[in-house]
């Protein structure tokens, strides 16, 4: 474990805590949980760690920063208007961690996503998913987050010269009525994380993967994974016990 994962480390366990004592469901996800199943610990380049809530309790645990230790603080939309994602951080502003991003996030930290029901993946929800994420990227730029790295694909470019052109104010707007787009209340069958990086594909997921949870080692701790994680990472990863080539071992956010 390097320093920065030993900072990282510490504000996971501090989130670990607080969800335990106060009854909050999470589950490790990503490459943190391949780094659990195939490292029991970090993946040796790994520079963050990603973790998922199921989003009453994504909610609920954002009003509970009085119970952190000193330091340790929430960073989200609600708490910096410069924040331009949904994801939240949980950060230990005791130990800076350099990034591209300027004095940004406040310290070495986690990211916690929003897992909520939602309507079956379908053409609709997946247009409505990849505007989300279009915006998600046009704040990080226009909030100098991110450089700014044309897309690929031209109907994305399009995209992104249209709503670039928005006021922030006006894209949150949008962002959120196409959440609540995506949003089932009674759905049973389908989750989402609107907040993931990745497409509508890897971003849905059957409910019955979170219906359980199991305990996997991380760093010599356990921690929580969904039940059907085995499910989840084949999907997303294919055969995630196998080691990329050397040339993709690197750090992605410093």
């Given at each position: 474990?390097?320093?920065?994962?030993?900072h990282?480390?510490?504000?996971?366990?501090?989130?670990?805590?607080?969800?335990?004592?106060?009854?909050?469901?999470?589950?490790?996800?990503?490459?943190?949980?391949?780094?659990?199943?195939?490292?029991?610990g970090?993946?040796?380049?790994?520079?963050?760690?990603?973790v998922?809530?199921?989003?009453?309790?994504?909610?609920?645990?954002?009003?509970?920063?009085?119970?952190?230790?000193?330091?340790?603080?929430?960073?989200s939309?609600?708490?910096d208007?410069?924040?331009?994602?949904?994801?939240?951080?949980?950060?230990?502003?005791?130990?800076?961690l350099?990034?591209?991003?300027k004095?940004?996030?406040?310290?070495?930290?986690?990211?916690?996503?929003?897992?909520?029901?939602?309507?079956?993946?379908?053409?609709?929800?997946?247009?409505?998913?990849?505007?989300?994420?279009?915006?998600?990227?046009?704040?990080?730029?226009?909030?100098?987050w991110?450089?700014?790295i044309?897309?690929?694909?031209r109907?994305?470019?399009?995209?992104?010269?249209?709503?670039?052109?928005?006021?922030?104010?006006?894209?949150?707007?949008?962002?959120?009525?196409?959440?609540?787009?995506?949003?089932?209340?009674?759905?049973q069958?389908?989750?989402?994380?609107?907040?993931?990086?990745?497409?509508?594909?890897?971003?849905?997921?059957?409910?019955?993967?979170?219906?359980?949870?199991?305990?996997?080692?991380?760093e010599?701790?356990?921690?929580?994974?969904?039940?059907?994680?085995?499910?989840?990472?084949?999907?997303?990863?294919?055969?995630?016990?196998?080691?990329?080539?050397?040339?993709?071992?690197?750090?992605?956010?410093?």
């Amino acid at each position: 474990m390097t320093k920065g994962q030993g900072h990282m480390f510490q504000v996971l366990r501090v989130f670990k805590s607080l969800c335990e004592e106060q009854g909050l469901t999470y589950y490790l996800m990503g490459g943190s949980l391949i780094g659990a199943v195939r490292h029991q610990g970090f993946i040796p380049w790994d520079d963050d760690i990603d973790v998922s809530m199921p989003l009453e309790d994504f909610l609920k645990v954002q009003e509970l920063e009085e119970l952190l230790p000193e330091g340790i603080v929430f960073h989200s939309e609600r708490t910096d208007p410069g924040y331009p994602v949904i994801f939240v951080r949980l950060c230990d502003t005791a130990h800076p961690l350099k990034t591209k991003n300027k004095e940004k996030p406040k310290g070495a930290y986690i990211d916690i996503f929003p897992l909520m029901p939602s309507r079956p993946l379908n053409g609709r929800t997946k247009f409505f998913f990849s505007v989300i994420n279009v915006i998600n990227y046009v704040l990080q730029v226009k909030l100098k987050w991110l450089p700014f790295i044309p897309y690929k694909q031209r109907i994305a470019r399009i995209g992104f010269s249209v709503l670039r052109t928005l006021p922030c104010k006006w894209l949150r707007a949008l962002r959120r009525w196409l959440i609540v787009q995506l949003y089932d209340r009674d759905g049973q069958t389908t989750i989402c994380s609107p907040g993931g990086a990745y497409k509508a594909d890897k971003e849905f997921y059957p409910a019955r993967w979170f219906e359980t949870s199991e305990t996997v080692s991380f760093e010599g701790e356990n921690f929580s994974a969904p039940g059907g994680w085995d499910a989840y990472l084949r999907r997303n990863y294919g055969d995630y016990m196998e080691l990329p080539p050397e040339e993709e071992r690197i750090p992605r956010h410093g």
